[in-house]
């Protein structure tokens, strides 16, 4: 069984724990998503995401979305804050998607996931064209691979391929993302004006 960190987690009223991870939703110039297809799981394609730890190795409080997403985003796919990607927002804390899970987060007593997502931009010039060309997908920071393969893909086809578990976050998402990505490809306009 595999050992993980001691994960922040969220009670809901009736008294259900949650366990508190963060999901890197990183777009490239045309709006697509990146997206990797998860080893174990052959046909499944989703964003990287995991655990916000209960004890940040930066900080020493409580880990935040930004950090854990970030840090996803490097042990998962090899991308780093400020060379290939750049944060653009983190859903608050109100906003997070509750979704049931079961295996090892029923078995430490979880419900499931409460996923905080964080918006990304590719600032990569050939990732952004070719993902695969931009990503390191052997598994750092100690963590294994998690992905055999990634790409970029339109928002609904990755709502629509997804598992039905997780394709509640997947739409929150992009409720989330529309409005954001509208304001952020406007203040970019502006900037080549």
Not at 79 to 99: E, F, N, T
Not at 101 to 127: D, E, I, P, R
Not at 165 to 174: C, T
Request: proline letters at 4%; aromatic letters at 8%.
């Amino acid at each position: 069984m595999t050992t993980y960190a001691p994960s922040r987690e969220a009670v809901d009223a009736d008294g259900r724990r949650w366990r508190c991870c963060a999901g890197a939703a990183i777009i490239n110039s045309s709006g697509h998503l990146l997206v990797g297809e998860r080893i174990k799981i052959s046909g499944a394609w989703n964003c990287p995401q995991g655990g916000m730890d209960a004890v940040s190795k930066v900080a020493g409080n409580p880990e935040t979305a930004l950090e854990a997403a970030s840090r996803e985003a490097f042990e998962e796919v090899g991308l780093r804050v400020g060379v290939d990607i750049v944060p653009i927002a983190a859903m608050s804390d109100d906003a997070a998607v509750k979704y049931e899970a079961g295996g090892w987060l029923k078995q430490a007593g979880f419900a499931g996931q409460q996923l905080h997502w964080v918006l990304f931009t590719c600032c990569n010039a050939v990732g952004d064209v070719d993902a695969a060309a931009m990503c390191d997908l052997g598994g750092h920071g100690g963590e294994a691979a998690e992905f055999s393969a990634v790409r970029w893909q339109p928002f609904e086809d990755v709502i629509e391929g997804m598992w039905p578990a997780k394709r509640a976050p997947y739409e929150a998402l992009r409720r989330w993302v529309e409005p954001l990505l509208a304001d952020h490809w406007q203040a970019a306009a502006a900037r080549v004006d």
